[in-house]
C-alpha cells in the first residue's frame, strides 16, 4: 500500500489540533460551578464571620458566579473529583485570607511597600499601594498589572478597585488562580501545591506549619461537603 499523503490545505488543521490537545489536555467536564458553590456552602463560610465584618455586605456568591463566568476553566475541567477539589481548594485559600470572607483588605497592607521596581512592564503609580485585596488577597504591581489589563481594569492606577468592586474582587483572585494555580490541580500535584503557589515563601518547607495546617484543616472541610476526596500531597 502506497504511503497516505495529506493535502497541504488540511495538514495545518491537524496540526493546529494536535497543538491544542498538547497544550490542552484537560477536557471540560459536566461539572456547573453553581450547582457546587450552593447558597448553603457560601452563607456556610461568610456567616462563620462577625457581624460587623465589612466583607459581610461585600462579598456575595452572586459576585462570584459572576466573576467564575468570565473563567470558562474553573472547576469545569479534568474530571469530576479534580472540579470539586478546585473549587475546595479555591474557598479553603479564600476562607483563610479573609477570615471567612471578613476581610477585603490586607490588615496594615497600606503601611507596606508592594512595589517591585525590577518589574519595570508594571510600573508602580506614585501614592497606589498593591498590598493584598479581595478573597486571595492579590498583592505586587506584577500582579495587579497583568490582571488588570486581562479582567478590564486599571490594576496599576486604581489598584483600589479590586477593594470596591466584588465582581471585580472575585475576578482578580480567579485571574491569580487561573495563571498561577489552576494547572497544578489539573495536574494531581494536590493540595499543598496550591499553597506553594499562593504563599509558599511564607509557610511551605516548616516556615509555618500552624497556617499550612489551617488551610488543609478547610480544604479538608469544604471537599467532605462537596463529596470528594481531598486526595495526597496535602502540604508543603
Known amino acids: 500500500m502506497a504511503p497516505y499523503s495529506l493535502s497541504p490545505l488540511v495538514l495545518p488543521l ?5 497543538s ?6 484537560a477536557m471540560v467536564n459536566a461539572v456547573v460551578v453553581s450547582n457546587v458553590v450552593t447558597k448553603e456552602f457560601f452563607d456556610g463560610i461568610i456567616n462563620k464571620s462577625p457581624g460587623n465584618c465589612v466583607g459581610k455586605n461585600f ?16 472547576g469545569t475541567e479534568g474530571s469530576a473529583d479534580l472540579s470539586k477539589r478546585e473549587i475546595a481548594a479555591f474557598f479553603a485559600h479564600a476562607t483563610h485570607e ?3 470572607f471578613c476581610f477585603i483588605e490586607e490588615n ?3 503601611s507596606k511597600d508592594y512595589c517591585d521596581e525590577t518589574k519595570t512592564q508594571y510600573p508602580c503609580v506614585p501614592g497606589k499601594g498593591y498590598y493584598g485585596r479581595g478573597p486571595l488577597q492579590l498583592s505586587w504591581n506584577y500582579n495587579y498589572g497583568p490582571a488588570g489589563r486581562s479582567i478590564n481594569f486599571d490594576g496599576l492606577g486604581s489598584p483600589e478597585t479590586v477593594a470596591n468592586d466584588p465582581v471585580v474582587s ?6 491569580f488562580w487561573m495563571n498561577n494555580v489552576h494547572w497544578r490541580i489539573m495536574s494531581g500535584q494536590g493540595f499543598g501545591e496550591t499553597i506553594r503557589a499562593i504563599n509558599g515563601d511564607q509557610e511551605c518547607n516548616s516556615r509555618n506549619p500552624a497556617t499550612v495546617n489551617a488551610r488543609v484543616g ?4 469544604y471537599c467532605n461537603q462537596l463529596g470528594v476526596a481531598p486526595g495526597g500531597n496535602l502540604r508543603c
Open 14 to 18: 491537524i496540526m493546529a489540533a494536535l
Open 170 to 175: 472575585f475576578k482578580a483572585s480567579l485571574w
Open 59 to 74: 462579598y456575595s456568591r452572586a459576585a462570584f458566579l459572576q466573576a467564575a463566568g468570565s473563567f470558562s476553566g474553573f
Open 98 to 100: 479573609t477570615g471567612s
Open 108 to 110: 496594615g497592607g497600606s
Open 218 to 221: 478547610y480544604y479538608i472541610n
Open 20 to 25: 491544542v490537545l498538547r497544550l490542552n489536555p
